[in-house]
């Protein structure tokens, strides 16, 4: 079973700084099934990106992801008010979801 | 509109049952695998079910699995979660989502919030 692990746990900055969050596997995953989600407070999770890197629809090109094997990093550019939330990453394998624990996205 | 909205949950004793609904709509429905995520209060997501678009594969986590059944009508455009001999640990917000290609979940309801309580 693959474990997902996350950090920071929480991360503090200020709008329009950029924030870089990290995925880190306990084997080496195909990118292909590596996703990231937003969570704000009261809402359901959203999607961002699928296969590591590409951008769901409607998500602006603020968001980037990258990585490989082992280790994944969504990085946030010109932050923005409302992107101060939890953010997961998910990997698919074996006929199931597992998700990372979460990094909160906190205003500083 | 693509939209998912769940249905069924509320307050029960630890060791009964509830069924709890998702629909859907403005998608292909039999299109799709299904799955089903819960929320512990203050706590991070856990998968615990998936369905594929025929019914014929069925995955659980460990943590329902033997408990909880998942089934759907594809005629009504509604996916379920049966759970049986709930525990206090299973009080958390229901979600349905939609998956995208086996590699993500691209839609998902607002959830359904159980509480398990004696």
């Known amino acids: 079973e693959i474990v997902l692990t996350q950090s920071p746990g929480i991360l503090s900055l200020s709008p329009g700084e950029s924030a870089t969050l990290s995925c880190r596997t306990s084997?080496?995953?195909?990118?292909?099934?590596l996703s990231w989600y937003q969570q704000r407070p009261g809402h359901p999770p959203r999607l961002l990106l699928y296969g590591a890197s590409t951008r769901a629809t409607g998500i602006p090109d603020r968001f980037s992801g990258s990585g490989s094997g082992t280790d994944f990093t969504l990085t946030i550019s010109r932050l923005e008010p409302d992107d101060f939330a939890v953010y997961y990453c998910?990997?698919?394998?074996?006929?199931?979801?597992?998700f990372g624990p979460g990094t909160k996205l906190e205003i500083k | 509109e693509v939209k998912l909205v769940e249905s069924g949950g509320g307050l029960v004793q630890p060791g009964r049952s509830l069924r709890l609904s998702c629909e859907g709509s403005g998608f292909s429905f039999d299109d799709h695998a299904m799955q089903w995520v819960r929320q512990a209060p203050g706590k991070g997501l856990e998968w615990i079910s998936s369905l594929s678009w025929n019914s014929l594969s069925a995955t659980y986590a460990d943590s329902v699995k033997g408990r909880f059944t998942t089934s759907r009508d594809n005629a009504k455009n509604s996916l379920y979660l049966h759970m049986n001999s709930l525990r206090v640990e299973d009080t958390a917000l229901y979600y349905c989502?939609?998956?995208?290609?086996?590699?993500?979940?691209?839609?998902w309801g607002q959830g359904t919030l159980v509480t398990v309580s004696s």
């Open positions: 989502a939609k998956d995208y290609g086996g590699r993500a979940l691209d839609v």
């Open positions: 998910q990997h698919y394998g074996v006929s199931r979801y597992t």
């Open positions: 084997q080496s995953v195909n990118n292909f099934y």
